[in-house]
């Protein structure tokens, strides 16, 4: 099938997805929701949610035309240096981009706004209608995220035929998806570090104990930070993936005269979308069934039927099994790195156990034994990126019968394991934007006095939500460390291409013996643990001034303590919204910024080494992070359901001190590595034209 014919069944595929997801809205929205105190606080969450979103979006904006000036100008080329024709288009592509990432990001936050009170109601009678209005509400997000994705790609290559311009679109997504995640992470994990320390370590309230003036900022951080936020985190990664593999097949398709290539990258992403579509449809739970083993099941079916449909494909179409292979690899191991952060971070496993145990002795044992697991826990991750990487590249080098363009074959190989570990990012989606609607949930059954049965359900939703939310996130660090080894891939591609149009020598590889490799390299390393700090310190300043604000309401507002008056939520909300905003900028910029220092002063050489070590610095951090993280939060909760003391003894204080620390570590800094490294991976491509001819020593 041609490259034309591919990409009108990928927007035929999306916008199936899009009536699946309207049909999914529609089913939660006819769910009961009969409890008034539900229906006030529910409001409450989604107004201050479309509040936080309203003002974000706004400074984006300013953000994203500024950026579009620039692009205009200077992308893919000086606009005096010919027709401002490509220059006009790589604008437009960027800000669809944007565009389509903040789309996706509303639709997840208008329904989970919705969802979470209707599966409070719905846990009264009983786990499996609950489960299916918290599942069914994540997978309208997941269906929103990877249609506008696949339909955002498809569209701008059909109607432009240029893989550069999808870069450009991919920039916009991930510029987008950079600030939201930084915005979002540092909104949700302010209040809720706020409200566990005020409320469960000061005063000894329970977690969503309606007296806590940080409770309904602590609810909307959960919708504007893991949905919206994670959202656009992952479907910047589907576009990258996409795009850099684009560039790459393009590339050997001009070699070769024909369009296979492209027609593949297509083909493989519109069936993983109809395989999401298919395991969304069969994900049940019986009358007493394990939510987190109905999840998992609904990831193993989607694997399997996405491993069905591509080789039938193969064969139907004749695409290269080679690369057939390299794409079931990355899905494999991708499932295989969720596995092994599972272990990490589920609170029947001993990790966690260990660290509850460690907590009686007090936070610094707490602290040391997690932070031990989490870099014992980057390992199987590392090794499995490194092994998908390495197997695809050793299975797609030989594909060249003349041997000059191997290097080509075997980085396309690599681009396509990429496309393979995030085929099932649909159903990835929906299982992590699953866990903030039931975490919701649990403090919206306590808020209306729905009952200890009610609030047993809730939690073991909860419980559920957390366990598939660290394994998401370290799913995503993962098909990130791919795609940007495609992105390296496809910055190669793009400086080659404009070498041979100068004049100048191209590239082949990066020699760390050479200075201008290893300077790139050191800063490169760099940048991610000073972008982790100025995240995490945004949030430090901010949570201190909501403590402030919690502790001026306790001493103020007479009947507090006691409930029989109401907290301003609107306060907290307030300074949860205003530090966000004020934060989410600087970090970013300052990424963009030492990538754009570093080409001019060393060229394309410096970048190469920028940018491995970047890739190599990020995910190390970022998966730590996100590990530590995920198994401190399920320790506190481990103790919290009776063990090593339970909630209120001094275990329980020393683990709360643990969540605290790892709530910025998993929520903010960890899954925000990825998009980081993303971004700064795009500019280099964009920017490569202009690093190759205008550097100083490169």
Not at 78 to 99: D, E, H, K, Q, R
Not at 191 to 197: N, P, Q
Request: glycine share 12%.
């Amino acid at each position: 099938m041609s490259a034309s014919s591919m990409e009108f069944v990928s927007v035929l595929i999306s916008l199936a997805a899009f009536l699946f997801a309207a049909w999914l809205f529609s089913w939660v929205k006819k769910q009961p929701l009969d409890n008034e105190r539900i229906i006030q606080v529910s409001g409450l969450i989604q107004q201050g949610a479309r509040t936080f979103l309203k003002r974000e979006f706004l400074v984006l904006a300013r953000f994203c035309i500024c950026a579009a000036l620039l692009i205009f100008l200077f992308l893919p080329s000086p606009i005096w240096t010919g027709s401002f024709v490509p220059n006009l288009m790589m604008v437009i592509a960027y800000l669809a981009g944007t565009v389509f990432s903040g789309f996706a990001g509303k639709i997840g936050i208008e329904v989970a706004t919705i969802a979470n009170g209707k599966c409070a109601v719905a846990a009264k009678k009983g786990i499996s209608p609950a489960f299916m209005t918290g599942f069914r509400g994540g997978a309208v997000m997941g269906m929103a995220v990877v249609g506008s994705s696949l339909l955002g790609v498809a569209l701008v290559y059909l109607l432009t035929g240029d893989s550069t311009i999808c870069l450009g679109f991919s920039f916009g997504a991930s510029s987008m998806a950079l600030f939201a995640k930084a915005g979002g992470g540092i909104f949700t994990k302010t209040a809720d570090i706020s409200a566990d320390l005020t409320g469960k370590v000061e005063l000894g309230i329970p977690e969503d104990d309606p007296r806590n003036p940080a409770v309904i900022a602590d609810n909307v951080g959960d919708n504007v930070g893991d949905v919206a936020g994670m959202g656009a985190d992952l479907f910047d990664s589907n576009v990258a993936s996409m795009a850099a593999a684009l560039v790459m097949a393009a590339s050997l398709d001009k070699l070769n005269g024909q369009t296979t290539f492209v027609s593949m990258v297509f083909c493989y992403a519109a069936l993983g979308l109809l395989a999401s579509i298919i395991g969304v449809l069969c994900a049940r739970i019986g009358k007493n069934g394990n939510p987190t083993r109905a999840l998992n099941y609904s990831t193993y079916v989607t694997t399997a039927i996405y491993i069905a449909l591509t080789a039938a494909a193969t064969a139907v179409f004749g695409y290269n099994w080679n690369i057939w292979c390299a794409c079931i690899i990355g899905l494999l191991v991708g499932v295989i790195i969720g596995i092994a952060t599972d272990y990490f971070t589920d609170d029947t496993k001993s990790p966690v156990h260990n660290v509850a145990k460690a907590s009686h002795t007090g936070p610094a044992f707490t602290i040391l034994s997690g932070v031990s697991y989490g870099f014992i826990s980057v390992l199987p991750a590392m090794f499995g990126i490194g092994v998908s990487a390495l197997a695809a590249y050793k299975l797609c080098e030989g594909l060249d019968p003349t041997g000059v363009h191997s290097m080509e074959y075997a980085l396309f190989g690599i681009s396509m394991a990429a496309v393979g570990m995030l085929s099932i990012v649909g159903m990835i989606v929906s299982n992590d934007a699953y866990g903030p609607i039931v975490d919701n949930a649990r403090g919206l059954a306590e808020m209306g006095d729905l009952g200890d049965e009610v609030l047993d359900i809730t939690d073991e939703l909860d419980s559920a939500g957390n366990t598939v939310k660290a394994v998401t996130k370290g799913f995503a660090v993962a098909a990130a460390g791919l795609t940007v080894i495609a992105l390296l891939g496809a910055f190669m591609s793009e400086v080659n291409e404009a070498a041979a149009l100068y004049g100048l020598e191209g590239i082949s590889g990066f020699d760390v013996m050479n200075p201008l490799v290893f300077f790139g390299m050191l800063v490169g390393a760099a940048i991610p643990a000073v972008f982790s700090a100025m995240l995490m310190l945004g949030v430090d300043r901010n949570a201190q001034r909501m403590v402030a604000e919690i502790h001026r309401q306790f001493k103020e507002i007479a009947g507090l303590r006691e409930g029989t008056a109401l907290p301003e939520y609107d306060k907290c909300i307030n300074i949860a919204t205003d530090g966000a905003i004020r934060e989410l900028i600087p970090a970013g910029l300052m990424a963009i910024a030492a990538t754009v220092f570093v080409g001019f002063i060393g060229g394309v050489q410096a970048i190469g080494g920028f940018l491995t070590g970047n890739i190599i610095s990020g995910l190390l951090l970022a998966l730590f992070m996100s590990n530590a993280g995920g198994l401190w939060d399920n320790s506190k909760k481990y103790v919290e359901s009776g063990h090593e003391g339970g909630k209120g003894s001094e275990t329980h204080k020393a683990a709360v001190v643990g969540d605290t620390v790892g709530d910025p570590f998993k929520d903010t800094a960890g899954p925000s590595i990825n998009t980081q490294i993303t971004v700064v991976s795009l500019v280099a491509s964009l920017m490569s034209t202009l690093f190759l001819t205008l550097s100083i020593f490169g």
